[in-house]
C-alpha cells in the first residue's frame, strides 16, 4: 500500500514571498491532516479535513496560511506572505475511519522541509 | 494550559539493552495514547497506542504502560537495536471531544553499538 505522499522535499523561499505544499494521502482516507513541526518540537495541528469539509483549523494562522481538499483527495497548503518563523518542517497525514472509533491512527508523509531566508 | 511533555532530551543505551522512554502528560480527560517514532528526514511513524482503559500493551518488542493515577506514560523497547535510533513523540487525545492529537517535544534515542 502506497503510504502519504509530498511534494516538494525542501523549499527554500525569501520572506514575504509565497509557497504552496501538496499532499496525496492513503487510497481511502477520508481524513487528512496538516502539521507544521519546528526543529525539535513535536508536529502541532494546523488544520484537518474530513472528506472536502474542515473539521479543525483553530491553529491555522488564516491571515497568511490557508488549506484546501477541493475533491476530497489531494490538498494544498498556502502560506502567503511568508515569514521567517514559517520555517518548519510541514507534514501531512491521513487517517481512516475506523468502526465505532473516534481516534484512528494517523499515517504520516516524509514531510515538505521550508526554509524562510 | 495542558501540555504533553517528555522528562529527558536524550536516552544513549547500549545495542541490546532495553530501553525506556517517559512520558507525563497534563490533561486528565485524555483517554488515548500513541507513541512515535521518527527518523531523520522522515514522518513520525505510528509504533504503539493505548487506550484509558488499559495500563499495558505489547506489541513486537515494544511495550506501553499507562498510569492515570501519576499521568505518566512509558515506552519500553527490549533488545534495542541500531535502527531504533531516532526520535521518540508521545502524543495524547480526548476522544471524547475530538481525535485531535497533542505531541510532546520529542526524545532522541541513540544507541551505541
Known amino acids: 500500500e502506497a503510504g502519504v505522499a509530498q511534494s516538494p522535499r525542501y523549499k527554500i523561499i525569501e520572506k514575504r514571498q509565497s509557497v504552496a505544499f501538496w499532499c496525496n494521502p492513503i487510497s481511502g482516507h477520508a481524513t487528512l491532516y496538516w502539521y507544521q513541526q519546528i526543529l525539535g518540537q513535536g508536529p502541532k495541528l494546523l488544520i484537518q479535513f474530513q472528506n472536502n469539509g474542515v473539521v479543525d483549523d483553530s491553529q491555522l494562522p488564516k491571515d497568511r496560511f490557508s488549506a484546501e481538499r477541493l475533491k476530497g483527495v489531494d490538498s494544498t497548503l498556502k502560506i502567503q506572505p511568508a515569514k521567517l518563523e514559517d520555517s518548519a518542517v510541514y507534514l501531512c497525514?491521513?487517517?481512516?475511519?475506523?468502526?465505532?472509533?473516534?481516534?484512528?491512527?494517523?499515517?504520516f508523509g516524509p514531510g515538505t522541509r521550508l526554509t524562510v531566508l | 494550559g495542558e501540555n504533553v511533555g517528555l522528562h529527558l532530551p536524550t536516552l544513549s543505551v547500549q545495542e541490546g539493552d532495553n530501553s525506556i522512554i517517559n512520558c507525563a502528560y497534563s490533561n486528565s480527560a485524555s483517554d488515548y495514547f500513541i507513541w512515535y517514532k521518527q527518523e531523520s528526514g522522515k514522518g513520525p511513524q505510528f509504533i504503539i497506542d493505548?487506550?484509558?482503559?488499559?495500563d499495558k500493551r505489547q506489541g513486537q518488542r515494544v511495550t506501553v504502560l499507562l498510569n492515570k493515577t501519576v499521568k505518566h506514560l512509558s515506552l519500553q523497547i527490549a533488545a534495542t537495536q541500531p535502527g531504533d535510533s531516532a526520535v521518540y513523540f508521545c502524543?495524547?487525545?480526548?476522544?471524547?471531544?475530538?481525535?485531535?492529537?497533542?505531541f510532546g517535544k520529542g526524545i532522541t534515542l541513540s544507541v551505541r553499538p
Open positions: 497525514a491521513s487517517s481512516s475511519p475506523g468502526a465505532g472509533s473516534r481516534t484512528d491512527t494517523q499515517y
Open positions: 493505548i487506550r484509558s482503559n488499559m
Open positions: 502524543a495524547e487525545a480526548d476522544t471524547g471531544a475530538n481525535s485531535k492529537l497533542t
